[in-house]
């Protein structure tokens, strides 16, 4: 395991509702990456969090919008959902600054947009 | 286009045999390559690390081709529990990892 939790594993909800999901990152990382997965998709950036900043942002509207506490846990809420919101919501964390660093993945949040 | 370009598959693979697939990638400033595996309806998993000089992992191999800008993966003497999709990943300056769609492999008994 990699030691990168998430939480909940999965969620249902309706069009213009909001969600908050969660990621703790392994011990002694201090970034986190949140990745969104659509059905046979491969993983597309949202943004980045590194000492309670976000540090890069992907493709995504404003209504996508993430949180890192000083422990380097982090959040990402969503705003008035949209079906196509409906994807395996996934974080990785890594220690920035430190060479070869490689990214591990928590096990993903299952959103559905109904 | 993509920034990380793979052919989708299936690969379909006898048990025992070898399998080999690229990917391409379109910038050129990508600083580290991996090879991740994701099974169905779980996150990825960092297979391996792909460095220019070649490097080997039991019967996976990965190779970084930076002038013609592709990666490769092989697997030898393939298992059934080797079914999986394969991503293709660029990993920026900034942590930004820039994946493939994916390779589907599937070895059949």
């Known amino acids: 395991e990699t030691g990168v939790t998430q939480s909940p594993t999965h969620l249902i909800k309706t069009r213009g509702q909001q969600v908050t999901l969660r990621c703790s990152s392994q011990s002694g990382h201090n970034t986190v990456s949140w990745y969104q997965q659509a059905l046979g998709q491969g993983p597309q950036f949202i943004f980045q969090y590194y000492r309670e900043e976000e540090n890069g942002r992907g493709n995504f509207p404003p209504r996508f919008s993430g949180l890192q506490f000083p422990n380097y846990s982090s959040e990402l809420n969503v705003n008035a959902l949209e079906l196509d919101d409906s994807a395996l919501y996934l974080c990785?964390?890594?220690?920035?600054?430190?060479?070869?660093?490689?990214?591990?993945f928590g096990p993903g949040t299952r959103l559905l947009v109904l | 286009r993509k920034e990380v370009e793979q052919d989708p598959g299936p690969f379909n693979v006898p048990e025992g045999a070898t399998v080999a697939f690229n990917c391409t990638y379109s910038?050129?400033?990508?600083?580290?390559f991996f090879w991740y595996r994701q099974d169905c309806r779980k996150e990825p998993k960092l297979l391996m690390s792909?460095?220019?000089s070649g490097n080997e992992d039991g019967r996976f191999t990965a190779q970084l081709n930076r002038a013609s800008q592709y990666i490769s993966l092989l697997i030898r003497d393939s298992k059934l529990s080797d079914s999986a999709t394969y991503l293709c990943v660029a990993l920026d300056s900034w942590g930004k990892l820039q994946f493939g769609a994916g390779t589907q492999v599937v070895v059949t008994p």
């Open positions: 990785a964390s890594f220690p920035r600054g430190l060479e070869g660093e490689t990214q591990y």
């Open positions: 792909v460095y220019s």
């Open positions: 910038n050129s400033a990508s600083q580290s």
